[in-house]
């Protein structure tokens, strides 16, 4: 198994910004380091990032997220893992990110490189 492993994610239909500015664009379950968590959710930034944010947990006092991953390159993984799977789904809301990991190349972009070569 890799570092992490999506094992199911719901898209949000509609994202819309919270009054801090995050939109949540998906929720997700996956498996990491011998641990499974359920309800974690993929995040756009008020800045134009991404984050993975851990499931909240009930708590007498109300809903808040009682889980932290410490491990920034964990938390990372998660980002990144859920991403893809995000976009798998027909998500758009997160094309515009993708510097983190190189997508490779693309047929459009050979075209141009041979005449780039050729002159």
């Not at 380091?33 to 991404?50: F, H, I, Q, S």
């Not at 094309?95 to 050979?110: A, C, H, T, Y």
Request: proline residues 7%; positive net charge; glycine residues 10%.
């Amino acid at each position: 198994m890799s570092e992490v492993e999506i094992r199911g994610l719901t898209r949000v239909a509609r994202p819309k910004p919270n009054r801090a500015g995050f939109t949540i664009l998906a929720f997700f379950d996956c498996a990491a380091r011998g641990l499974a968590l359920y309800g974690c959710a993929l995040v756009r930034t008020p800045k134009n990032g991404m984050v993975a944010w851990p499931p909240k947990i009930e708590a007498e006092d109300g809903m808040r997220r009682r889980v932290e991953i410490e491990d920034d390159s964990l938390r990372h993984a998660m980002m990144l893992h859920a991403r893809e799977a995000y976009r798998a789904l027909g998500g758009t809301d997160a094309e515009w990110i993708g510097k983190s990991i190189p997508m490779g190349p693309r047929p459009e972009d050979r075209d141009g490189l041979n005449r780039f070569l050729q002159e």
